[in-house]
């Protein structure tokens, strides 16, 4: 072991009579164990919400969106069947979406409405069914109107649009365009009776109280465009890649398509996600700094200690550099120590949380009803990088006034 080294340790351990500084070591380890700790739990409850919010919306949306500009698909079969032969793309299925208005028992509402495929949809809306089946969507199914029987296409609308409606799997809803039918006498809106197969709760306010879901068949009838398509959906193998996928299908298809992956879908929303992250992450890093100064006050306590034992081990024929190594060493250990502590602390702590989740939060504010916690290994790394290096600047200062002490004057004076 060099002596260096050695030394460091020993200063480490206080004698009776350097019990204060002994004590603002322990303070200096515990500052940056409780920053680490602060700054590992913030960013895996960030990227928790993020990944939960990128779940949710690509539960009822594609990962990849190809559509044409100001136009249908047309032959949209033979481009769906092109785009998934490539081996990255697991699904591709034709869509149409509109907007048409639901009425039920003297209730209105506006929705979006997406005509899928049941069978190749990427939409992973079956796992989000709370009522009835997937599979109602592409059979008729019997409804009572009025006292008759009517034998009705299916619907699958969300929790909170069927609270609002006040309606049920089983019962009838009617369904009205806004673009209409023209005819001899004007344009006469067009009006449907469907039969709700389904209910679904996708966790999110915006898609519960607003989407409903057709087959396509029923939704190209309903709206009367014939056998066309708005877009086909994609769903890729690497959701992280989803962007260079979104490209190669661009460069394939050629420029009379658009392709669009999920990143730019909704290019605010997870920008400022991001933002917020980085945000979090630099004020929370100030943390570390204050814990910082703590090392640097130690040090220089213990250089005004040390003194005397500076002053022999010059005198012994150590150099300016060995003595800068001794409190450099000391440093980086008060540091290291706390970061590790920090590290272990805070990933106890984020499975804490994720497994018995005490932590409840208001739905109607958030998506989720608890705190959500996603542990990265990289996140840990660079925090833990991030506390290593303030520590290691930190302990630069104190280190060269030691090193800078001379033997001499010391003695002479002391």
Known sequence: MPYELFVGLR???????????????????????????????????????EEVLRDRLLGLNAHVLLVRPASYLRGYDDLARRVGERDEVISA???LTGHIILTSRNRVSGVIVRGID?????????????????????TRTPVTVDGRELQLPGIIIGDRLAE????????????????????????????????????????????????????????????????VATSIEITVTDVGNAQAIAAGIQ???????????????????FAALRLEKTVYFLVLLLMVLIAAFNIVSTLIMVVMEKRKDIAVLRSLGASGGSIRWIFLLKGWIIGA??????VVIGYVLARL????????????????????????????????????VICCLASIYPARQAARLHPVDVIRYE
Do not use: C
Request: charged residues 20%; negative net charge.
């Open 11 to 49: 200063y480490l351990r206080a004698r009776r009579s350097e019990r204060f500084i002994s004590l603002l070591t322990v303070i200096s380890v515990l500052g940056v164990m409780i920053a680490v700790v602060t700054l590992n739990v913030v960013i895996a409850v960030m990227t928790g919400f």
């Open 251 to 269: 460069e394939d298809v050629g420029d009379r398509y658009r392709v669009e992956d999920w990143t730019r879908l909704w290019p605010n929303l």
């Open 164 to 227: 609002q409606l006040r309606v049920g799997p089983g019962d009838a809803l009617q369904a009205v365009s806004p673009i209409g039918s023209p005819t001899a006498v004007g344009i006469i809106p067009r009006i449907r009776r469907f039969a709700v197969v389904g209910i679904f709760d996708s966790g999110m306010r915006e898609y519960d109280s607003g989407l409903a879901f057709l087959s396509l068949p029923a939704a190209q009838d309903f709206f009367g465009v014939g056998k």
């Open 353 to 388: 949380i994720e497994r018995y989740q005490f932590i409840d939060l208001p739905e109607d504010v958030f998506v989720v009803s608890t705190v959500p916690v996603s542990i990265s290994p990289l996140y840990f790394a660079l925090v833990a990088l991030a506390s290593l």
């Open 118 to 138: 049941p069978d190749r949809s990427s939409v992973e809306l079956q796992e989000h069914l709370q009522e009835g089946r997937l599979d109602g969507l592409k």
């Open 337 to 342: 120590a706390g970061t590790v502590l920090g």
């Open 93 to 95: 299925a034709p869509m």
